[in-house]
């Protein structure tokens, strides 16, 4: 009797160690038999032979093992938990697990965490992009509104509001346009670009593409690179986008600082990339991003100054672009930045 009650239990060990989900297994006398490495994970090993309630401590946990230990049918219920930092949230379903002197249950938990995270992440964006088109759009409905009645004779209000409302319009068209680029970029993350293309050109083009921006501004562009040319694989108007986007960052909010310097050095052998590399930077000498926003940039709709960016036209998106563009790459976005000096922003990149 006591070598098969023995054996039963290394049985029951040996399966849960080869389980790859949270699972708990409860014998007859409510107290824990055996755990799953990632059980022993949530809970701590200290938990093997205690009564399941000291370690299981959610109500509903507690309530439905305790029907299945009653010989109640199999039961499922959500739970959270929170350690440190993070609440992990708990698919659970319970079931009998028959054993020699009646039957325990058998917990077993999926972690549901990431899942509702991206549940919420789709929300917010939902929220996120109605809220930016329903601002223009109110506007625009209000300045026809206005048109149709008490400025319908006043030519010189007219010509005012259609320009504003040509404006707004504007905006939505490129929060539109950088929103298809957006979903383009991610759904091509994970093919690795095939052909080859130069940085040198590619900066040397961006920045005559926004000299006219640049002028406006009273921003001078600089181009320092310590290269004739630098092959790598990418997709050409992807890489340009990542040079436009950043170097129009650096003459909109940076733009105080009177200059903005394209950088390109090669880096003989990059760490992460185990290789040779470019580092291509843009640097402007503007009021500089506080430390706190730094690892916020690159989320979609993030805006350091909300105000002054919709009134330069920003959408909020174009370091998210970045940011999926250089993964494509397999390169690497580096921000650094300081108060009242300005920013750099690097990308490096495998060198071909
Ligand atoms: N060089 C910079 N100096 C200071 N702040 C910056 C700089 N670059 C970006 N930022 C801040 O980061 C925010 C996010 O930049 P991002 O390019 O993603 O959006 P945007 O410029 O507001 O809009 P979009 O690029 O879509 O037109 C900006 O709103 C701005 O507050
Ligand atoms: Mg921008």
Redesign the pocket.
């Known amino acids: 009797m006591r070598d098969s009650l023995q054996q039963g239990s290394e049985l029951l060990s040996a399966i849960a160690a080869g389980l790859p989900q949270p699972a708990i297994m409860i014998g007859t006398n409510e107290r824990i038999l055996a755990m799953s490495p990632t059980a022993v994970e949530h809970f701590g090993d200290a938990s093997l032979g205690r009564h399941f309630f000291t370690v299981l401590r959610n109500p509903d946990v507690i309530e439905a093992v305790g029907q299945v230990l009653r010989g109640g049918t199999p039961r499922k219920t959500r739970f959270a938990i929170s350690d440190h930092a993070q609440d992990t949230v708990f698919k659970m379903s319970c079931a009998p697990l028959p054993l020699e002197r009646g039957h325990g249950a058998m917990v077993s938990l999926e972690d549901t965490s990431s899942i509702e995270a991206m549940g919420q992440m789709r929300r917010d964006f939902v929220a996120n992009v109605s809220h930016e088109l329903r601002t223009p759009l109110t506007a625009i409905l209000g300045f026809i509104e206005t048109l149709r009645g008490p400025a319908r004779d006043d030519a010189v209000a007219r010509d005012r509001f259609l320009e504003t409302m040509e404006k707004e319009a504007g905006r939505m068209n490129?929060l539109v346009m950088?929103l298809l680029s957006l979903s383009r970029v991610e759904s091509e993350e994970r093919v690795r670009p095939k052909t080859r293309t130069d940085l040198v050109e590619i900066l040397r083009s961006v920045s005559l593409s926004l000299r006219p921006l640049a002028e406006a501004a009273d921003v001078r562009m600089d181009l320092a690179l310590n290269a004739q040319s630098a092959p790598i694989m990418g997709d050409q108007d992807q890489v340009m986008q990542v040079f436009t986007?950043?170097a129009?960052?650096?003459i909109?909010?940076?733009g105080a600082g009177g200059r903005v310097r394209f950088e390109l050095d090669r880096i003989d052998r990059d760490p992460m990339l185990r290789g040779p590399a470019w580092e291509a930077t843009i640097v402007?000498y503007?009021?500089?991003?506080d430390a706190i926003?730094l690892h916020r940039?690159?989320e979609r709709f993030?805006?350091?100054?909300?105000h002054?960016?919709r009134e330069?036209?920003?959408?909020?998106?174009?370091?998210?672009i970045?940011k999926h563009i250089v993964n494509r790459h397999r390169g690497r976005l580096k921000i650094e930045?300081e108060l009242g000096k300005?920013?750099r922003?690097s990308v490096v990149i495998a060198a071909v």
């Open positions: 490129r950088d986007n950043l129009e960052n650096a909109k909010y940076g402007d503007g009021a500089g991003i926003h940039l690159t993030y805006r350091v100054d909300g002054r960016s330069l036209g920003g959408t909020g998106l174009g370091l998210a970045v930045s300005g920013s922003f």
